[in-house]
């Protein structure tokens, strides 16, 4: 697996944790001031395009409104003084008042650098952030078409970034090979023939009507057990154009769902750039030291990972991107402590002595791995929970696991 950069991965991670927050807040009213900056964009020309919103919106109605979109821009304006030209991808500014509890509100303010340049200048004002374009960029459009075929059925599903999706099962007419009394072998082996051409046509309809507009197709992978998937492409049942974009095909045991994961397993080679295939590699690569005697060069859940990080015999760090936890050192009479915990509740108590503590410093739990791995020279792998490989990292180790440069003692 090639090096990687926690510096890329972090803003990365980031990056899409900011998304996750800013895609739900919701405003009163239209309050909510979404602003797109393109590079191309002059900042004096965006500061002039808001100088003038500024005075359109002495003309809202409601005072509460009025001041919040005033503020939210004024805000805005205050940013742009620090650049002199918009960053190389552009940048977005989310603000706006957001209500919490009862009747009061919050300054709510991000500044993004997208992933991928933005091409147009927005300005927008709404009971919700404009966050469509971003989302857009975070997820992964490439695909691939998977096909899996017998004589009895076949599926046809697409391989979407790290998620295995399936379009349509088919069950074949194919007789049997047993005839019934009163038939030639000849004629039965003709009708037996003719059913399965149909049904290799049904297949190829189904593959053409999944992947022929696809823009974003990759490649097509056909699976199946015995000769049945070599016939199905050396007749060109599929549309000429989809045809060239067959990368491989492999033997598997079976034709349904489970048959198109036996695909993409048995494909990794053809697929090794995928991150998916780079996840199961590392996944399997855990599994097997775990299951070594001493649990080998492998070490999961957060106090034996930190344990091993501090020591320095981290070669890979594995977290979950779904480990929405938060780091908080909480401070009482009795000293500090620092604490994991889902949500940072009103009234933090000390879990030394179970009085009322202070919160000295609050980070996102994974944001505190990347600053401690930053440290020892260890890469660091950020796993999708789309994969079945990024389940089973949450589910059986709880998000935290670590592949170790040596063996060390129990913790």
């Known amino acids: 697996m090639d090096a990687i950069s926690p510096d890329a991965d ?3 991670y980031d990056f899409k944790r900011a998304m996750d927050e800013i895609k ?28 003038n919103e500024y005075s359109q919106s002495s003309n809202i109605k409601s005072k509460g409104t009025r001041k919040a979109v005033t503020g939210a821009i004024d805000s805005i304006l205050s940013r742009l003084r620090t650049y002199r030209r918009p960053p190389k991808n552009g940048v977005v500014f989310f603000v706006g008042e957001a209500p919490t509890s009862g009747d009061q509100t919050k300054m709510i303010q991000f500044v993004l650098e997208p992933p991928e340049p933005i091409t147009t200048f927005l300005y927008r004002c ?21 096909i899996v075929v017998d004589r009895s059925e076949a ?9 295995i999706r399936i379009i349509r099962n088919i069950q074949s007419q194919v007789p049997s090979k047993h005839r019934k009394g009163g038939q030639s072998a000849q004629r039965f082996e003709r009708l037996i023939e003719i059913a399965a051409h149909e049904f290799y046509k049904r297949v190829a309809r189904t593959a053409d009507d999944a992947f022929l507009e696809n823009p974003d197709l990759q490649g097509i992978l056909v699976g199946g057990p015995g000769a049945t998937k070599d016939f199905f492409l050396k007749e060109e049942y599929l549309n000429h154009e ?26 990794k080679d053809a697929l090794s ?26 070490a999961y859940g957060e106090k034996e990972v930190r344990h091993v990080l501090d020591i320095g015999a981290v070669d890979i760090l594995l977290l979950s991107e779904g480990l929405d936890r938060r780091r908080v050192l909480l401070g009482c009479e009795c000293g500090q402590h620092w604490v994991t915990m889902d949500a ?3 009234n933090p108590t000390c879990p030394q002595c179970d009085k009322r503590a202070e919160v000295l410093e609050d980070i996102d739990l994974v944001d505190d791995f990347f600053n401690q791995i930053s440290a020892v020279g260890s890469q660091i792998a950020l796993v999708s929970e789309d994969s079945e490989e990024g389940e089973m990292l949450m589910r059986a180790f709880g998000g935290i696991a670590a592949l170790l440069r040596y063996s060390v003692g129990a913790v």
Do not use: H, N
Not at 126 to 146: Q, V
Not at 242 to 267: C, P
Not at 274 to 285: G, S
């Open 273 to 298: 750039d995928l991150d998916l295939m780079k996840e199961k590699a590392l996944i399997d690569r855990l599994l097997t030291e775990i299951r070594k005697s001493e649990g080998g060069l492998a």
């Open 126 to 146: 709404d009971s919700t952030f404009f966050t469509e374009p971003l989302l857009d960029m975070l997820a992964d459009k490439r695909s691939y078409g998977l």
């Open 24 to 51: 739900d807040i919701r405003g009163r009213g239209t309050e909510l001031i979404s602003v797109y900056v393109p590079y191309s964009k002059q900042i004096s020309d965006v500061t002039a395009y808001l100088r």
């Open 242 to 267: 989809l045809q060239k974009k067959v990368i491989d095909s492999f033997d598997t045991g079976y034709t349904d769902e489970y048959g198109l994961r036996e695909l993409v397993d048995k494909a």
């Open 10 to 12: 972090k803003a990365k």
């Open 344 to 346: 940072l509740p009103e």
């Open 155 to 163: 599926t046809v599903g697409s391989l979407i970034g790290k998620r």
